[in-house]
């Protein structure tokens, strides 16, 4: 405990000191990791946790299921969108721990705001805050972690560093089903935004800015501009399809995710907290234990070869798609909650190798913004054009004498088949990784 407590106040006394270099401590490495991974799960809850109070929010607010998808994940998706790239800009030339804290900070502040608002504007506007602030937040964490773990361990770290997806979808799906039930949907926001902005300051007194490039090239010269480091994504074939199969997987499973809460409560007719209780342990239990047993793959030896990772993660996207169509397809309540089983921890388990072999196909200058292009990418599909779709689909669909359980129904199953998608991309991202691999690592 002594030497947890002298870390922390070492954070504390040193907070104006130059960046740190390949001396850190292993202690002081995994404290960044948890705080990094804690910044994660915030991002998550508070990003998705309007899902879980998709219906309360549009009977109170008066909209059609488009209106609702268009005012909680469309005014969330494009706005970040627009920031993230600026945002990471700034991240790979400046103080990245700083930029992370305030990000940090201000999401969480507009998260309880949202708690506040009374018409659909006021509500679109408090959004758009948290978005302004979530923009910098993965980004950040990730290049932060690039420069405390090595190339050879960064997939295991940042696998450990997504477990922040399944405890967040935990927190802003079932956490939140249970205070929507109790309290209103209100006062969900309020729950999850304070403990954000006093997580905010503890990474500004506790996380120190490592030098950038010291586990790689040891290469801190000036970032590249945005044109060059869109060329040298592009001549890199693997990260081309690695960054769409990711970001197509998003498209289909979180996306699939924003209405679930939705489509269990229309289908078997359950309240708020009833229909999150379905999936509770599928998040955290099985998306958690899914992202660890990844972790635990991705440090094995058999592993340093790049396409062994990626063929794993094409094979389990491949399956769960089958597993995805199945819940939505069926209207028996056993048999959608075993699919769920494969399908949620499925969303989960691509996270961590996603970022880690991404941050090894991009030069060190370049972290922030491969992850912001990716990042654009995942959240154009699963906050912008899937729910969206979702919802337009809904409301079409009830026109021809459809309930509103089976509109929603036939709407998601249009969606199912990007999984496969995603699949193809996957696998051809293996063709080319390792050379890609060697390219970044000697660049430029």
């Known amino acids: ?42 991002s998550i809850a508070d990003r998705y946790v309007v899902s879980t109070v998709l219906d309360p929010i549009k009977d109170e607010l008066h909209l059609t299921n488009l209106g609702v998808s268009l005012l909680t994940g ?10 993230g790239f600026p945002l990471s800009w700034l991240l790979d030339r400046y103080n990245r721990r700083k930029i992370v804290a305030v990000c940090l900070v201000l999401w969480s ?73 109790h309290y209103g949907w209100r006062a969900v926001f309020f729950a999850l935004g304070v403990p954000g902005v006093l997580a905010g300051a503890l990474v500004w007194l506790t996380v120190r800015e490592p030098q950038r490039g010291c586990l790689d090239a040891g290469d801190d010269a000036a970032a590249p501009s ?29 996306g699939l995710m924003f209405w679930t809460p939705a489509f269990l409560q229309r289908t078997y007719h359950m309240t708020v907290g009833e229909a999150a209780a379905v999936t509770e342990n599928m998040h955290l ?10 972790g635990w793959l991705m440090a094995r030896s058999s592993m340093i070869d790049a396409r062994r990772i990626v063929w794993v993660v094409a094979t389990g996207i491949g399956i769960a798609t089958i597993a995805s ?14 699919m769920l089983w494969i399908f949620i921890p499925a969303i989960y388990f691509y996270i961590g190798p996603g970022f880690g072999l991404l941050n090894n196909l991009a030069q060190c200058r370049m972290r922030a913004m491969f992850c912001a292009m990716v990042l654009f990418l995942a959240n154009l599909g699963n906050l912008v054009i899937t729910p969206n779709v979702i919802g337009a689909l809904t409301d079409w669909f009830v026109r021809y004498q459809l309930s509103e359980a089976d509109a929603l129904r036939l709407a998601m199953l249009c969606i199912v088949p990007t999984g496969f998608w995603a699949t193809a991309h996957l696998f051809l991202a293996a063709r080319d990784i390792l050379k890609d691999q060697q390219r970044a690592r000697s660049f430029p």
Not at 113 to 141: H, K, Q
């Open 226 to 254: 945005f044109r060059q480091t869109l060329a040298f994504w592009w001549q890199q074939r693997s990260a081309v399809h690695w960054m769409l199969g990711t970001a197509i997987c998003a498209l289909w499973g979180w």
């Open 74 to 83: 469309m005014a969330f998706g494009v706005f970040y969108i627009l920031l």
């Open 285 to 294: 239990w099985g998306g958690g234990l899914a992202t660890l047993a990844t």
């Open 325 to 338: 169509g199945v819940v939505y397809y069926t209207r028996d309540l056993a048999l959608a909650r075993a």
């Open 109 to 181: 502040a507009m998260t309880a705001v949202c708690g506040l608002a009374r018409t659909p504007f006021e509500f679109f506007l408090a959004r758009v805050g948290v978005t302004v602030g979530e923009a910098g937040g993965t980004p950040g964490a990730n290049s932060l972690l690039s420069d405390y773990f090595p190339a050879t361990r960064r997939a295991m770290a940042l696998t450990i560093f997504s477990l922040g997806a399944p405890i967040g979808a935990w927190v802003g799906y079932n956490v939140a089903g249970a205070i929507a039930d």
């Open 1 to 42: 405990m002594s030497e947890v407590q002298s870390s922390v106040a070492s954070g504390v006394d040193r907070l104006a000191e130059a960046p740190t270099t390949t001396n850190t401590t292993l202690l002081a490495r995994w404290y960044v990791l948890i705080m990094m991974c804690l910044v994660y799960t915030l």
